[in-house]
């Protein structure tokens, strides 16, 4: 319990001088861009333009339809089961893959938290212009948290069952694994 406690406050001092490192030309105002925006704004590599809903669709298993399932070779059946952090979330299966896609919309963090524990604390990757990360990326299998809104997001997990599942196309499971988030975020509505 005390390692947490000192791990937290190391963390919570760290990003405290990560903030102190910011400056602007004029002391408390930040620095302005073309549009209103400000430089900070346009750089923050958390970014996200248009946010999505990702609470509006409750069941998990409707986070991919059954087309985009047959697409990457997935049962059309899913089954429902806990995340990590205890949200529902769905699985399915085929002969060629297995794979989990995991909202997180209580928690309320985001991915500029996950990113922090999971990478450098910055985004890895992008899919369908938001902000992802790369996690446990293996030869067979790979994760992409998404950023959906500044407190929600979702885990794709994809773990190869073939060989023959490289031969359709998918010879990288992190790009498999965005594939597939990419086809989430189309199902979602906007925030």
Avoid at 18 to 26: E, H, I
Avoid at 55 to 70: F, V
Wanted: charged residues 15%.
């Amino acid at each position: 319990m005390n390692t947490t406690r000192t791990t937290l406050a190391a963390a919570a001092s760290l990003f405290g001088l990560g903030l102190a490192g910011c400056s602007s030309p004029t002391p408390g105002q930040p620095e302005p861009t073309t549009g209103g925006e400000t430089t900070s704004a346009v750089n923050d590599p958390f970014r996200i333009d248009q946010p999505k809903n990702l609470k509006a669709i409750s069941d998990p298993c409707q986070l991919l339809n059954p087309q985009q399932l047959q697409e990457v070779g997935a049962t059309t059946t899913g089954r429902q089961d806990k995340s990590q952090w205890g949200q529902a979330n769905c699985a399915w299966d085929g002969a060629k893959l297995a794979l989990q896609v995991s909202p997180d919309t209580v928690q309320g963090q985001g991915l500029r938290y996950t990113t922090k524990i999971v990478a450098d604390g910055k985004p890895t990757a992008e899919v369908a212009g938001y902000p992802a990360t790369h996690v446990g990326a293996t030869s067979g299998s790979c994760g992409t948290y998404v950023s959906t809104s500044d407190t929600e997001l979702f885990l794709v997990d994809f773990q190869m069952g073939t060989e023959d599942f490289k031969a359709s196309g998918f010879s990288d499971p992190c790009a498999a694994a965005d594939k597939i988030a990419e086809m989430v975020i189309k199902n979602l509505p906007p925030a």
